[in-house]
């Protein structure tokens, strides 16, 4: 009779087909929470927190290398690092071209889309980088903590 402590919960050939198949479609979720953010419930928090879960996910699954395979350390630090940069740059040219910060009403006078249609890309830009950031900061504190900080071997 085999121990049960002699396979992890990770090696089940069920667990691992599941993941792999519920991953993209998690995704792409993340993904449609974060464009339709500003129309509906949702945005970048919640969809950065789904697309940061996906990622988890595999490496419960299968084991922390796997993980980073799928989004690699320095993928993952352009883009934590590219989100607050598209957050704060958005601001920066609404405070540039005549605006307070964030009035996506200003950014008229680059492109002519007209106010209403500036404040709904604008929303939209502000909340992909909320989105890159979270699903970047999420995924980095768990591949942390898992590893002891050594990045290399997880739970």
């Excluded at 005549?98 to 929303?123: C, H, K, N, Q, T």
């Amino acid at each position: 009779m085999r121990d049960i402590h002699e396979h992890s919960a990770g090696e089940d050939l069920v667990i691992k087909t599941s993941v792999r198949l519920l991953v993209p479609f998690i995704q792409l979720f993340g993904l449609y929470v974060i464009v339709h953010g500003h129309y509906s419930p949702g945005g970048g928090f919640q969809g950065g927190v789904i697309l940061g879960a996906s990622f988890i996910l595999l490496a419960l699954a299968y084991d922390l290398k796997t993980s980073q395979d799928y989004m690699p350390i320095w993928a993952n630090a352009l883009l934590g690092n590219l989100g607050p940069v598209i957050y704060i740059g958005v601001g920066a040219l609404c405070a540039i071209f005549g605006g307070l910060f964030l009035d996506y009403s200003a950014l008229d006078v680059l492109i002519p889309l007209g106010p209403v249609e500036w404040r709904s890309f604008g929303i939209f830009l502000v909340e992909v980088g909320v989105g890159l950031a979270v699903m970047s900061i999420m995924l980095l504190l768990y591949w942390n903590l898992s590893s002891g900080g050594a990045l290399d071997e997880g739970l």
